[in-house]
């Protein structure tokens, strides 16, 4: 079964860091881009970042540029995203999904087949 999950969500203050973690399993991870979604309360889900594990491509939402960082481990099928320099606006469930080979509309929801079932994330301000 391919599976994906996150893990490292937290209450942290503004200006703070977190990493989470996006563990796979059931499937061949290099195969494979993984993205990272998130969403407020009454509001829509937005994509934040990904990486296509078969060629390295990276894109970042504009709103988090300079401050998350996605990074992939293939050894351990995981991949991360390391965030700095949190606001309060960051608030929000993130959800890690896998979609299976190479595509350019890394923001689209409908390209991922596998997905997470959140992690919290708050920042107080």
């Known amino acids: 079964e391919k599976q994906v999950a996150e893990l490292g969500g937290d209450l942290v203050q503004a200006g703070g860091s977190l990493r989470l973690s996006c563990s796979t399993s059931?499937?061949?991870?290099?195969?494979?881009?993984i993205g990272w979604f998130r969403q407020a309360p009454g509001k829509e889900r937005e994509a934040v970042s990904s990486?296509?594990?078969?060629?390295?491509?990276?894109w970042s939402a504009d709103s988090v540029k300079g401050r998350f960082t996605i990074s992939s481990n293939s050894a351990a099928k995981t991949v991360y995203l390391q965030m700095n320099n949190l606001k309060p606006e960051d608030t929000a469930v993130y959800y890690c999904?896998?979609?299976?080979?190479?595509?350019?509309?890394?923001?689209?929801?409908?390209?991922?087949?596998?997905w997470g079932r959140g992690t919290q994330v708050t920042v107080s301000s």
């Open positions: 990486i296509c594990n078969r060629d390295g491509r990276r």
């Open positions: 059931g499937f061949t991870f290099d195969d494979y881009t």
């Open positions: 999904a896998a979609g299976w080979g190479v595509f350019y509309e890394f923001a689209s929801p409908d390209n991922y087949d596998h």
